[in-house]
């Protein structure tokens, strides 16, 4: 537990924000642990300035700065920022967290939902498939704990495909470049934004996709309900004044 501590505060990245319409909760001195991934574009990278950036940091930013809190922003990855948050060492998580019933009844506690994604199986530039028939006695790679790896296997057995784990969206990508896998299963807009930023030998047939869920800010812990009603708070405001748009359209345009 100690080199997980250690481990955790390591790898942090601080952000205060206070707002002048909400000193009192600035003034107080609390600082909110918030888990987060390493790498899940465009929602949460580090850029080429080594700034770690994206929709998910840039939402919280100027959710904190409308509500007027202060939050530790921890980058842990997937797994294990879902573990901080469920042993109440991180009181909360923004990774691009689709909002699931699962998860719900597993005793996440979401947010409203702050962006509706689809997911959608991705193949090898030059790879022939082209219908989820075609997966049929092959595997497909899947991210840990993510809606594309649920999307992936409530298909897998009506199509005859395996599956093949992974803990992060960049390994998982590989595999399906090397030929390990002939598919991958992620969100869209990261995909599609790995795709364009990175020039991945990879495309996104037409028509293998979900039908979408939002992704939400969310905590595991009731007594941080104050933390979740400041982000909808917050959000409703950001959308309403229009920064939640500009935040979209520096990212997706």
Known sequence: MKKFIVALLACSVLFSFASCG???KAESGKVWIIATDT?????EYTNEKNEFVGIDVDILA????????????QVLGWDAGVAAVQVGQADGLIAGATIKQSRIDSGWIFSDGYYNATQTFVVAADSSISKYE???GKNVAVKN????ADFANSLKDKYGFT?????DS???YQDVILGNSVACCEDTPIMADNIKSAGLALKIPAGMESE???YGFAIMNPDNKELLDMFNKGLANIKANGKYQKILDKYLK
Do not use: H, I, S, W
């Open 163 to 167: 599956v093949t784990v992974f803990e």
């Open 170 to 172: 960049p390994t998982m």
């Open 145 to 148: 704990g993510t809606a594309g």
């Open 212 to 214: 979408g869920a939002p």
């Open 62 to 73: 100027a959710v904190a700065e409308d509500q007027g809190f202060k939050y530790d922003l």
């Open 22 to 24: 909400n000193k009192k």
């Open 134 to 136: 075609d997966l049929k």
């Open 39 to 43: 790498v899940f574009r465009p929602f």
